[in-house]
């Protein structure tokens, strides 16, 4: 895949780049270890002044850059301003927070006597230069959410973006360089994929991060395990979004419509399968679509536009093969289902519900990165939890009731990373983040994800 600006609005390759080669990854390579040599000596204070002045720099830049992410992955501008706005408070919650989180753990006194030793504490200490694979579908986000984290902790950080980002990824490096990090602290690598592997198995690295698909993280992680080097992986999921008897439904229905079709639907914590309880179905499915189809479809940089393309045509054809092959087999498309008419130009695809979904239909046990939601009709809650786990992926979730013991019946059984009820998955820097079974493993946010790129270090002092 060329590394490449190809707006997804017009199908135009806008700029190109050149892969780096190997000497300049070996130039990367060399300064990122000497710059985490001085970093990790820096105190928590001095980091967190550094990290302050990119979440100003960021809020100053946020017009342009949230013009660059449209015009590079298709998301409306809006969208893409905010997305800014979270990372620029994403980085001051660590700035704020990170000295809190990674201080010194102190065992309790009985067991520290009972060791033999005066004194023992745990330390976190940063593992050095950490290669983050990253996706384009929140160019900046997963970025700063990694790096943010590890920056404060000590550790320094080599950026394989998504070849379809380049602008956002090169803006990224220059952004922590003017906020006055250290050069080496954080540098974008413009490679294609198969430079991965190379990079990974350099000892000067030290650990990864990846999001991405399952395939992408099943591959780092076998390097990685090869390597013996420690990884962290979101690799996607196929969210339920389950609405129960007792749900507000008018309220469920018009929160399953931003649900979904957030970021056209290409995000990972997106509702995908609507699971509906008998008594309600009609009136969520009803709710549903119709806000489905009142959604305007058009160029992201246009203010009155809900629904921007999809980042690449290859993205919409794999859309349109899952919604063709679930029709084929008898799903209903209750709207959309095609391509918009009058946007012959670019990777649009029209906001779809399907019902009727069966185990045969590949869209039933796929993640679907597009506006394209199946609703499910469930008789009770023992069916709702059996459909909302009859998936590989387990990232978040979202649920709809207002019975505590339903509650508790979800939180205890539902196979996911979170369990959000009564509106809609959504990430929060203080809040830990991940997946379980097949959308990968570890943590990021919070102090979960600031430890994860951390030698944990027991230190004991003899009586």
Not at 430 to 449: D, N
């Amino acid at each position: 895949m060329p590394i490449a600006t190809v707006n997804p609005a017009t199908g135009e390759t806008e700029r190109t780049f050149e892969a780096l080669g190997p000497q300049e990854i070996e130039a990367r390579l060399a300064r990122a270890t000497a710059a985490f040599d001085r970093h990790r000596r820096t105190s928590f204070a001095e980091r967190a002044v550094l990290l302050r002045r990119a979440a100003d720099l960021l809020d100053e830049d946020a017009a342009d850059v949230a013009r660059t992410i449209t015009t590079e992955m298709g998301k409306p501008l809006a969208a893409a301003h905010a997305e800014a706005g979270k990372c620029a408070r994403t980085m001051r919650w660590y700035a704020d927070h990170a000295e809190e989180l990674l201080a010194d753990e102190h065992p309790d006194e009985g067991d520290v006597r009972d060791s033999g030793a005066s004194r023992v504490f745990v330390r976190y200490r940063p593992v050095g230069v950490v290669l983050a694979v990253m996706p384009w579908n929140f160019p900046l986000w997963q970025v700063v959410r990694f790096a943010a984290p590890a920056l404060m902790a000590g550790n320094v950080g080599l950026l394989k973006h998504a070849s379809n980002v380049p602008q956002t990824a090169l803006y990224l490096e220059d952004l922590f360089r003017r906020a006055g990090f250290d050069e080496g602290c954080f540098q974008t690598l413009l490679v294609g994929s198969g430079a991965v592997e190379g990079i990974l198995r350099d000892p000067r690295v030290a650990a990864a991060t990846l999001t991405g698909s399952e395939g992408a993280g099943r591959s780092v992680a076998a390097i990685a395990g090869d390597e013996i080097k420690k990884t962290v992986l979101e690799l996607g999921g196929s969210d339920p979004f389950v609405v129960m008897p007792s749900a507000d439904v008018a309220a469920a229905a018009r929160t399953a419509v931003t649900a979904r079709v957030q970021n056209a639907g290409q995000s990972c914590i997106a509702a995908k399968r609507f699971i509906v309880h008998s008594e309600v179905y009609d009136a969520f499915l009803s709710g549903f679509a119709t806000g489905m189809r009142e959604l305007t479809v058009g160029d992201p940089l246009d203010e009155g536009t809900d629904v921007g393309p999809l980042a690449s045509e290859q993205g919409r054809a794999d859309l349109e093969e899952l919604v063709d092959d679930a029709v084929r087999q008898g799903a209903t498309a209750v709207c959309g289902g095609q391509r918009p008419k009058g946007l012959d130009r670019g990777f649009f695809y029209e906001p779809t519900v399907l019902t009727g979904i069966t185990r045969a239909m590949r869209i039933h046990l796929e993640e679907t990165f597009g506006p394209v939601a199946t609703v499910y009709r469930v008789a009770d809650l023992d069916e709702a939890v059996a459909v909302a786990n009859d998936t590989s992926f387990g990232l978040s979730s979202s649920v709809w009731t207002r019975d505590d013991a339903e509650v508790e019946r979800f939180v205890r059984d539902l196979q996911a990373g979170g369990v959000y009820f009564n509106g809609m998955t959504a990430s929060h820097a203080a809040f830990p983040f991940g997946g379980v079974k097949r959308s990968g493993y570890g943590r990021e946010l919070s102090g979960h994800g600031i430890k994860e790129f951390c030698d944990v270090t027991t230190v004991w002092h003899g009586a």
